[in-house]
């Protein structure tokens, strides 16, 4: 039997990048994906196709994980058809990068919005529901970014620093139900974002990095789907970095 068999995986953010990798990956493992996103419905329904072609479940559902009466009652609706969500996947993000000295209060808004109310939006959502299940894996996408700061990303750096904050706080709350959360932390991947970079900034980047390379998205889903799996039972609270060792 595959390793989440039977199990309901909700992606936030689930269209491209690092959330389209997941969701593959955890769709090849058995689990019935619900591929979340916000804008792109056309990007969404590519990542289920591609997984009903291999042989998997999924289905697209649309919601802005920063809104948070809609994220309950969306949620709530993949609960009522397909009865429980066993693994939630805090995914979506986005930047908006400048200076500090320049930076709009709307672009600190929107960041911490989609990144960090997000991640409570759905967090709150699915842990009523994990815990009369009495089992359930959480796994939140933070950053190398809220680790180790970067310049020009004071916004981005912090609401992934608040969810490396959040995971930990929520492990303990929710550890007596069965229910872990857990973090993953990316370093430089191969994205949208770093394909357009310059190639002079890539090889500046690259050169800091001690595996001397981007990582892939698969890679990060790698590490995500163990922490969803059984052998990552007594793995809670903690933040998994994936950066090639650029931050250790």
């Not at 997984?51 to 609706?77: C, H, L, M, P, Y």
């Not at 620093?161 to 191969?190: C, D, H, M, Q, Y």
Request: with cysteine; hydrophobic share 40%.
């Amino acid at each position: 039997m595959a390793e989440n068999e039977q199990k309901v995986a909700l992606v936030t953010g689930g269209s491209r990048g690092i959330g389209r990798a997941i969701a593959l990956r955890l769709a090849a493992e058995g689990a019935y994906v619900v591929v979340n996103y916000a804008k792109n419905r056309q990007a969404a329904e590519e990542v289920v196709s591609s997984i009903e072609k291999a042989g998997g479940r999924a289905r697209v559902s649309g919601f802005d994980v920063s809104d948070f009466d809609t994220v309950q009652e969306e949620i709530e609706n993949i609960v009522t058809e397909l009865g429980g969500i066993h693994i939630l996947v805090n995914n979506a993000g986005i930047t908006q990068d400048t200076l500090i000295v320049r930076m709009k209060k709307e672009d600190w808004d929107s960041v911490m919005t989609t990144n960090l109310d997000g991640v409570f939006n759905c967090t709150k959502a699915v842990a009523r529901i994990m815990i009369k299940q009495r089992q359930g894996r959480i796994i939140n996408l933070t950053s190398v970014v809220g680790e180790m700061g970067n310049s020009g990303q004071t916004n981005y750096a912090a609401s992934k620093a608040g969810i490396i904050g959040f995971t930990k706080a929520a492990a303990r709350e929710l550890a007596s139900r069965a229910i872990t959360v857990n973090a993953v932390s990316p370093g430089f991947i191969e994205t949208d974002i770093t394909q357009n970079l310059t190639d002079e900034i890539r090889k500046q980047y690259i050169d800091k990095i001690p595996l001397q390379r981007f990582g892939s998205p698969e890679d990060v889903a790698g590490v995500v789907s163990f922490l969803a799996s059984d052998e990552a039972s007594y793995i809670t609270g903690e933040v998994l970095r994936v950066n090639g060792g650029i931050y250790t």
